[in-house]
């Protein structure tokens, strides 16, 4: 019954700090609702350079204070992504257009979307901003972000799936 999932790819540059906490954020939420069965959820990242690499350990200590185990191994974005996933989440504008060039098909190119599009309690906001050089700030920013994101996300991709199964 894979085929039934919906198949969510969180992208940021790196892969150790924005998407692979969107990662987890998501996998949560869909526990909490009983609907893991229905999702498959991955990260990945522009950038290859750590690839293999735990998330960083400063996001996985912000994480952890919000109940989130993070334990994904970082992997550079490859162009299979765009068959294997239905939608492609990505954290900045510069990720977005970087993944829209990547886009094998422009069917493909319309799987990728801004996190920020999901965004319904901060209206200020554009973008998951890279906390990579910022302080204790930077990652809590990033991660009430990415939880606000998340919930919206959850809600439209259950939608989603039930009118994809009428
Ligand atoms: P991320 O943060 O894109 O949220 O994983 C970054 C991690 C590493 C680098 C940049 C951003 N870096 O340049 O190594």
């Known amino acids: 019954m894979s085929q039934m999932k919906y198949r969510i790819l ?5 892969n150790i700090c924005r998407s692979p906490a969107a990662q987890g954020v998501m ?22 350079g750590h690839a293999g690499d735990l998330p960083d350990p400063r996001m996985r200590a912000h994480a ?10 970082s992997r550079q974005v490859r162009s299979s992504d765009f068959d ?4 492609i989440v990505a954290m900045d504008d510069s990720n977005f ?17 801004k996190m920020a599009d999901y965004f319904t309690m901060h209206p200020y906001a554009d973008c998951v901003p890279d906390p ?14 990415i939880e606000d994101g998340c919930r919206n996300l ?3 991709s259950l939608s989603s799936l039930s009118n994809s199964t009428k």
Do not use: W
């Not at 969180?10 to 790196?14: A, D, E, I, T, Y």
């Open 97 to 113: 257009d970087r993944l829209k060039a990547l886009a094998p098909t422009p069917v493909d190119e319309r799987k990728v979307v």
């Open 27 to 48: 996998e949560t939420l869909v526990s909490e609702r009983g609907v893991s069965d229905l999702f498959q959820i991955d990260s990945a990242g522009l950038y290859g």
């Open 132 to 145: 990579y050089y910022d302080g204790a700030q930077g990652f809590e920013n990033a991660l009430d972000l």
């Open 64 to 73: 952890r204070m919000r109940g989130l185990n993070l334990t994904h191994r």
């Open 154 to 156: 959850l809600q439209k």
């Open 10 to 14: 969180f992208v940021c540059l790196g």
């Open 84 to 87: 294997d996933f239905d939608i």
